[in-house]
């Protein structure tokens, strides 16, 4: 009698051990798990991210090298729409969207990414005249292409489509997450490349949403 009750007692101590031991491993093994989930997501984002900017490359080689101008009707997702397949390709997988319907105009489908406003570039060129905001930009006009950023991912509650470095403290401030994947955040170029970059590299020691030279030094964080 009391050789199976000390065998049962030994046994249940073991199973106290096995679930410690597990408890263990699974408190070491999950932030593992959500470390790669993480980035299987921030992978996504700058595939998306690139495909975008194929697409913007396309455009440019149908509209003699001009960027999709700004407008209060045809936005860039409309100008861009027939440059890809599919609509998740605005999107970064981090984002968790309510309505995930895919909508017939596709300036209310569900987007991640802001584009640059040039308010800088405007302001410089025009003198300062607001009125020709519609005017298209010319890529070769940008002296710094491959360092200049076209898009970025904008905060999940943002509805801005243009990010106006100008508006207020500055969109670059309020309207961007450039802490969406890891401390850092995707971000598409002129020249159509997709890049990620940790916090604060697209803003220090130049803003990389600012053409002209003396915005890129006196307009970084």
């Avoid at 699974?26 to 593992?32: E, K, R, T, Y």
């Avoid at 360092?147 to 801005?160: L, R």
């Avoid at 995707?186 to 916090?199: E, G, M, V, W």
């Amino acid at each position: 009698m009391n050789k199976d009750f000390n065998r049962r007692a030994f046994t249940l101590i073991e199973l106290l051990v096995v679930i410690a031991i597990i408890a263990i491993l699974a408190g070491m093994l999950l932030p593992a798990l959500s470390v790669a989930k993480s980035k299987s997501q921030q992978i996504k984002c700058i595939n998306n991210a690139r495909q975008l900017g194929i697409g913007l490359e396309q455009y440019k080689i149908d509209y003699s090298d001009s960027i999709p101008p700004r407008s209060l009707t045809n936005q860039w997702p409309m100008a861009l729409k027939p440059y890809f397949e599919s609509q998740n390709i605005l999107m970064c997988p981090i984002d968790k969207f309510t309505n995930n319907l895919v909508e017939t105009n596709i300036n209310k489908a569900n987007r991640s990414f802001i584009i640059n406003g040039f308010n800088d570039y405007y302001f410089d060129t025009f003198d300062g005249d607001w009125d020709i905001l519609e005017e298209p930009v010319k890529a070769s006009s940008i002296p710094f292409v491959s360092e200049t950023v076209i898009f970025g991912e904008k905060a999940s509650k943002s509805k801005h489509f243009y990010m106006d470095i100008f508006e207020g403290k500055g969109n670059d401030v309020t309207e961007l997450d450039f802490k969406k994947h890891n401390g850092g955040s995707t971000y598409i170029f002129i020249d159509s490349h997709a890049s990620y970059l940790k916090f604060p590299q697209a803003f220090q020691p130049e803003n990389k949403w600012a053409i002209i030279s003396t915005y890129r030094t006196n307009y970084n964080f």
